[in-house]
């Protein structure tokens, strides 16, 4: 989705296209983000929009500094937040590799004073100004609904799921869930692709040697459908009628909008989430600036789980975008 388009989603970062800048002061100020290395195509994305988001709000308000750190661990990652808080940052947008290595570093930030934006994965302990992220269970829960849509309410499927980490668990128990609200919908089975295309593809393959009729997959990130979708298209097999996704890739999105023949959906989990905690600890220095006139944002923030067909394809699409 387009940066500006995807802001003005965020209910509290409108606040930023209404108030002049001058309500931020004439200081400048430093907003600190650090994101994990881009190891997946997820965190691709994310790194991608955060320096999107940095060089447009940049251009918007001069005097708002962003430096952008990516890090290929916990640890690494600890060190690059002591480096931003040695640069005296105003603010701190963070996702974190392992929230619990993360949670001394962003406590002491907090403490001393950094508005702090933590996305996508919470804290144990929560100490933060804002949490923001995805809604997992709503990813589970809107693809389950176009599945059992999509077949008419009749169907076996599969699922082909993430790694044992709490938001995959969030995901694929909300589409369970709602898929045993359509009594004509059957699962079939459910294995880890650990949201990796060649482990998918590997996953895709054993279920179509096990099963020999299978009407719908669900894949609960776009990188696993790919693979899922290589095993289908080796196998010849056309019983397959929808393959729905999850995450809202660039090139997942890119197969919906040319109607592909069984590619028909996908949720959101935006990595431009980032984007939104980088709005988010924007307007919160403006409510710090303004004392007792602004009361602040909101603690948590949860983003909408938006399904994508060929119908809403072109509002998502970012063609430039590393996700």
């Not at 929009?49 to 962003?66: H, I, S, T």
């Not at 962003?106 to 996508?120: F, L, M, R, S």
């Not at 959101?268 to 988010?280: F, K, L, Q």
């Not at 399904?307 to 430039?320: G, K, R, V």
């Amino acid at each position: 989705m387009k940066l500006n388009l995807w802001l003005k989603r965020v209910a509290i970062a409108a606040t930023l296209s209404t108030v002049p800048f001058l309500a931020l002061g004439e200081e400048n100020y430093h907003i600190g983000v650090s994101v994990p290395s881009a190891d997946h195509g997820w965190t691709a994305g994310l790194l991608w929009w955060a320096n999107k988001a940095a060089d447009e709000l940049n251009d918007k308000y001069p005097n708002v500094e962003f430096t952008v750190l990516a890090a290929n661990s916990g640890t690494a990652q600890v060190g690059d937040v002591e480096d931003l808080m040695v640069r005296r940052i105003d603010a701190l947008v963070i996702l974190p590799t392992n929230p619990a290595t993360l949670q001394q570093v962003i406590a002491e930030a907090y403490h001393e004073g950094i508005y702090t934006v933590v996305v996508d994965r919470e804290l144990d302990t929560p100490t933060q100004d804002v949490f923001l992220a995805g809604d997992n269970p709503g990813m589970g829960e809107q693809a389950a609904i176009y599945m059992a849509d999509a077949l008419d309410e009749k169907g076996k499927v599969v699922i082909i799921e993430g790694p044992s980490i709490p938001i995959n668990a969030q995901r694929v128990n909300a589409f369970r869930d709602e898929l045993s609200r359509h009594s004509g919908m059957e699962i079939l089975d459910s294995q880890s692709g650990e949201w990796n295309p060649q482990t998918s593809l590997n996953v895709m393959e054993d279920m179509l040697a096990r099963y020999p009729h299978i009407d719908g997959v669900w894949a609960g990130d776009d990188d696993a459908l790919k693979g899922v979708y290589q095993a289908i298209r080796e196998s010849g097999r056309t019983d397959i009628k929808v393959l729905v996704g999850g995450g809202g890739s660039k090139d997942v999105i890119g197969m919906i909008r040319q109607g592909d023949s069984i590619v028909s959906g996908t949720v959101t989990y935006p990595p431009n989430m980032i984007a939104s905690g980088m709005a988010v600890a924007l307007t919160g220095l403006m409510g710090q600036h303004l004392g007792d006139m602004y009361h602040g944002v909101p603690s948590r923030l949860i983003l909408a789980a938006d399904l994508i067909t060929e119908e809403n394809a072109d509002e998502f699409y970012e063609p430039d975008a590393a996700y």
